[in-house]
T-cell receptor, first 111, second 113 residues
Framework: SQTIHQWPATLVQPVGSPLSLECTVE??????LYWYRQAAGRGLQLLFY??????ISSEVPQNLSASRPQDRQFILSSKKLLLSDSGFYLC??????????FGPGTRLTVT | DQQVKQNSPSLSVQEGRISILNCDYT??????FLWYKKYPAEGPTFLIS?????DKNEDGRFTVFLNKSAKHLSLHIVPSQPGDSAVYFC????????????FGKGITLSVRP
């Protein structure tokens, strides 16, 4: 069966520090992968998606970037965090035509 | 511009009764709709979906209804259980758009014992 992992589960970082969040998927190959953010009191906002290694599409101009160095690995990064980057970050993958399945998420607090 | 709207931020129902969660959309290109359930500090869990070629899809206690002319869908939970208490997100996608999902802001459902 397929499993999606995210780490760390929680992170507290000062403003201006770098960020690296990792997502990995097991039990499948060449999945479509997605990064979402849920800010306080808001819905899920799509940040990036990837259809293959090295292929990244950005949905929202921002302080973040994404990379896909391996087939089942998706990384979300920032060189300098802002207070507004705080939120709950979710990685998802798509096995079929429409449904996406989410990882457990990372709670990021920028202080 | 919010293309998927969940206008009611919260809903409270008695255990055993029906919960009806509503969702509206504005993009006529959306042809697939999904509902997700989310507990605090966890990732959303896929619940049920419906294609635009149907007007109803049922899975156990969960039924989703789609009214394309009104650009409206609803999730019915019958009977409601305390474990159903969570945030419910409506999402929509457009075939061919790399299956990107557009989410609403969510509805917090509270089921009272």
């Amino acid at each position: 069966s397929q499993t999606i992992h995210q780490w760390p589960a929680t992170l507290v970082q000062p403003v201006g520090s770098p960020l690296s969040l990792e997502c990995t998927v097991e039990g499948t190959s060449n999945p479509n992968l997605y990064w979402y953010r849920q800010a306080a009191g808001r819905g899920l906002q799509l940040l990036f998606y990837s259809v293959g290694i090295g292929q990244i599409s950005s949905e929202v101009p921002q302080n973040l970037s994404a990379s896909r160095p391996q087939d089942r690995q998706f990384i979300l990064s920032s060189k300098k965090l802002l207070l507004s980057d705080s939120g709950f970050y979710l990685c998802a993958w798509r096995p079929g035509r429409h449904e996406q399945y989410f990882g457990p998420g990372t709670r990021l607090t920028v202080t | 511009d919010q293309q998927v709207k969940q206008n009611s931020p919260s809903l409270s129902v008695q255990e055993g009764r029906i919960s009806i969660l509503n969702c509206d959309y504005t993009n006529s290109m959306f042809d697939y709709f999904l509902w997700y359930k989310k507990y605090p500090a966890e990732g959303p869990t896929f619940l049920i979906s419906i294609s635009s070629i149907k007007d109803k899809n049922e899975d156990g206690r969960f039924t989703v209804f789609l009214n394309k002319s009104a650009k409206h869908l609803s999730l019915h939970i019958v009977p409601s259980q305390p474990g159903d208490s969570a945030v419910y997100f409506c999402a929509a996608s457009e075939t061919g758009a790399n299956s990107k999902l557009t989410f609403g802001k969510g509805i917090t459902l509270s089921v009272r014992p």
